[in-house]
């Protein structure tokens, strides 16, 4: 496995936000995190990418314990996350909140190459790319956000929740990009409200209910599964 959680226990002061949780990534895999509000999806990437630490347990990435790093030796690792509310850079432009996803790399040719893929991937951020991101629709600056983390030639993506907020179109279009991103062999963990597309996209599901995973299964299963249909499908 490329990425495990071991019965992890995380805590907001005294408040126990997860409660012994435990998944495994395999490479070119995408997996989701579907629950409520509050469930504590969110609180796992976070964990994950050392911005929060579990109070026992383990997390080992690519057989090195990591649950003790900082953000940063996280990220020197290949774990990169694209966090909820987009959260770039304000005053920057498209351009620059792009680069600074790159600040580790080194090779100018590979990560102009990767520039070139994420403008495919985006157009419009091509043609804005001196624009700075806070004058961007919602939608754009999700763009940016994604593109940012594609930068940094990521071995594991974190995504929060990059739906949300988006018209219909752009997460139609949001989707395309992540089984694009799939189809690379780079591995997803998926955190999405919209319960419906998480299961469409994933392969592998965790249904999280008050910081526990209460159910998990291939993707499809849990798509046909009663409580997940009446609790989060709306069936």
């Known amino acids: 496995m490329l ?34 509000n509050g469930a504590g999806k969110s609180t796992t990437l976070r964990t994950i990418s050392g911005l929060s630490h ?27 996350h694209v966090p909820e509310g987009r959260r770039v850079f304000p005053t920057l432009t498209v351009l620059q909140n792009l680069y600074t996803g790159a600040y580790l790399r080194r090779d100018q040719k ?31 600056q999700q763009m940016v956000a994604i593109g940012r983390v594609l930068m940094s030639a990521p071995r594991l993506i974190l995504m929060d929740e990059p739906s949300l907020g988006l018209s219909p179109k752009l997460v139609h279009e949001i989707a395309g990009i992540i089984r694009n991103i799939k189809e690379t062999g780079v591995p997803i963990v998926l955190v ?44």
Not at 19 to 35: E, F, M, R
Not at 115 to 137: G, V
Request: hydrophobic share 40%; no cysteine.
């Open 3 to 36: 990425l495990e959680l071991k019965s992890i226990d995380v805590y907001y002061g005294k408040i126990k936000a997860i409660h012994q949780v435990s998944l495994a990534v395999d490479s070119s895999q995408i997996i989701t995190l579907i629950g409520s």
């Open 54 to 80: 579990p109070k026992t347990g383990e997390i080992w990435f690519d057989g090195e314990r990591i649950d003790r790093l900082s953000p940063v030796d996280i990220v020197k690792r290949g774990i990169a």
């Open 110 to 140: 590979k990560i102009d190459q990767t520039l070139d893929q994420i403008f495919q991937y985006f157009p419009i951020l091509a043609e804005r790319r001196n624009q700075r991101a806070n004058t961007l629709s919602g939608g754009e």
């Open 192 to 235: 999405e409200q919209n319960a419906e597309l998480a299961l469409k996209l994933a392969n592998y599901a965790y249904v999280m209910e008050v910081g526990r995973i209460s159910l998990k299964g291939p993707a499809e299963d849990l798509h046909n599964n009663d409580h997940v249909r009446k609790a989060y499908l709306g069936v």
